[in-house]
């Protein structure tokens, strides 16, 4: 499924539907240090971190990249419930992956470091984990 990686910046109101609902599927330590989806989706807005990916012109995954120093970080890594297992979140993934590159950055993983989920998702990709 061709699953096309983007920067929010600029959502639609069918896109703020799309975030949401991803969102809403989160475990609440996913969503921490935010109060809630909502203000994780506005703060990723707010500084131009919110990276998504797209099918048939609907959001189905989406997290954080923040693009700092002396390496990048994505965070917040979601996908709605009924698309996973379909690679959204390895388009994300990948994307990121590719974009830290081009940019001369190492990607790092950031999640509660005692988070087996987590842990497990570092080990497979080789990437560095970064507590939240």
Do not use: Y
Request: proline share 5%.
């Amino acid at each position: 499924m061709p699953v096309f990686v983007e920067t929010v910046t600029d959502p639609s109101q069918q896109d703020r539907i799309d975030l949401a609902k991803i969102f809403a599927d989160a475990p609440a330590w996913l969503l921490a240090p935010h109060a809630d989806a909502a203000a994780l989706i506005e703060a990723g807005l707010a500084d131009h971190s919110l990276i998504a990916g797209r099918f048939n012109d609907r959001l189905l995954g989406a997290g954080l990249l923040q693009r700092g120093e002396p390496h990048w970080r994505l965070s917040h890594l979601c996908v709605r419930k009924i698309t996973r297992r379909r690679g959204v979140g390895k388009r994300i993934l990948e994307e990121s992956l590719r974009l830290a590159g081009e940019a001369g950055k190492e990607l790092h993983l950031a999640a509660p470091r005692d988070h087996l989920e987590a842990q497990a998702l570092a080990a497979r990709t080789h990437l560095p984990l970064d507590s939240l």
